[in-house]
Nanobody
Framework: QLQLVESGGGLVQPGGSLRLSCAAS????????IGWFRQAPGKEREGVSC????????NYADSVKGRFTISRDNAKNTVYLQIDSLNSEDRAVYYC???????????????????WGQGTQVTVSS
């Protein structure tokens, strides 16, 4: 029923940009906080950004602050992650996650989230 599908990943040169999309099916994102996470080979999954249900609260990991921008378009039932100034450390599979919320909050801890997409690969290479 509840599905999250990531898209927009690909091969990008260092310094380049990507916009990742997280599209929801089977439910409305209007009542859900959305988070973006990434996992590089051999590393644990890392929270990079999240946005509260109404967009009033956003959080970013220190490693991506100033380069990544999260946004949501509830009319399209989609959340975006704009990634600028890509570097080699950004290479990972990027996942979106959702959890239903009453409060206008979000957290970057993986345990906060109930629903996960299957991921989209971001590769940074010269």
């Amino acid at each position: 029923q509840l599905q999250l599908v990531e898209s927009g990943g690909g091969l990008v040169q260092p310094g380049g940009s990507l916009r990742l999309s997280c599209a929801a099916s089977g439910f409305s994102l209007d009542y859900y906080a959305i988070g973006w996470f990434r996992q590089a080979p051999g590393k644990e999954r890392e929270g990079v950004s999240c946005i509260s249900r109404n967009g009033g609260t956003t959080n970013y990991a220190d490693s991506v602050k100033g380069r990544f921008t999260i946004s949501r378009d509830n009319a399209k039932n989609t959340v975006y992650l704009q990634i600028d100034s890509l570097n080699s450390e950004d290479r990972a599979v990027y996942y979106c996650a959702a959890t239903r919320q009453v409060l206008n909050i979000c957290q970057l801890s993986t345990t906060f989230w109930n629903y996960w997409g299957q991921g989209t690969q971001v590769t940074v290479s010269s």
